[in-house]
């Protein structure tokens, strides 16, 4: 079974800083991709960023330079850093993952496993 569990979220100043957690139990890809995504009461689902299995990082232009990702193996944690938050950062956060090719600039959100969601709200 498939699990993604997510940590980390809550209420911060604009200028703030944040970090989300995502365990994820039972991969069954080898070469995978896990991906960050957020959204905001009535906007759609947006890709924010992601991490291959060998490596190679993506990041939405919205967020580069603000946000990074790293990976704890032995943990199978992913984290997402996020800095200087803006007001419009808020929004829930998911990760999921998927096989390798979903990490792509074109943000794919057909990603078979999910998280529950992690409310990031940024106050002005």
């Known amino acids: 079974q498939v699990q993604l569990v997510e940590s980390g979220g809550g209420t911060v100043q604009a200028g703030g800083s944040l970090r989300l957690s995502c365990t994820v139990s039972?991969?069954?890809?080898?070469?995978?991709?896990i991906g960050w995504f957020r959204q905001a009461p009535g906007k759609e689902r947006e890709g924010v960023a992601s991490?291959?299995?060998?490596?190679?990082?993506t990041y939405a232009n919205s967020v580069k330079g603000r946000f990074t990702t790293s990976l704890d193996n032995s943990k199978n944690t992913l984290y997402l850093q996020m800095n200087s938050l803006k007001t419009e950062d808020t929004a829930m956060y998911y990760c999921?993952?998927?096989?390798?090719?979903?990490?792509?600039?074109?943000?794919?959100?057909?990603?078979?496993?999910w998280g529950e969601g992690n409310q990031v709200t940024v106050s002005s």
């Open positions: 999921a993952v998927d096989r390798f090719y979903f990490c792509s600039d074109t943000w794919p959100t057909s990603y078979t496993y």
């Open positions: 039972g991969n069954p890809y080898s070469s995978y991709c």
């Open positions: 991490l291959r299995s060998d490596g190679t990082n």
